[in-house]
């Protein structure tokens, strides 16, 4: 079902499946199919800056999804519709997102 030339055009073997009669319950197994991993990498670094003795100052940097890796949804598998079966058409993170931040403690 899964082949050596796996991509996110070709997910899975879709001949491996036929549309089960109307009115009837496919056999296949339950969780049959697993999609791609998700790759998710945040960063977070901070820095508090003394002002007075009880005054602060604090600077954040935070970068979301920092490699930039698209993490794909999973395969359509509605095999009624042999155009989209086994691809994947989209992702589920968005790209790489940076904010910094100040904050004042006191």
């Known amino acids: 079902m899964y082949g050596s030339n796996q991509s996110i055009t070709n997910w899975f073997n879709p001949t491996a ?3 089960p ?3 009837a319950y496919g056999n296949s197994a ?3 199919l ?3 991993g998700q790759v998710l990498v945040d960063l977070s670094v901070l820095r508090d800056i003394a002002i007075k003795e009880r005054m602060k100052l604090q600077f954040r ?3 979301f999804n920092m490699p930039n890796h698209p993490s794909f949804n999973n395969p359509s598998a509605n095999i009624s519709v042999a155009s ?3 691809r994947i058409t989209s992702t ?3 790209s790489r997102a940076i904010q ?3 904050k004042l403690l006191f």
Do not use: D, K, M, W
Request: aromatic letters at 16%; charged letters at 10%; hydrophobic letters at 55%.
């Open 17 to 19: 499946f036929a549309i």
């Open 21 to 23: 009669a109307t009115y």
């Open 30 to 32: 339950r969780n049959l």
């Open 34 to 36: 697993f999609g791609p």
């Open 61 to 63: 940097a935070e970068a």
């Open 84 to 86: 989209a079966v086994g």
């Open 92 to 94: 589920s993170v968005p």
């Open 100 to 102: 910094f931040g100040l």
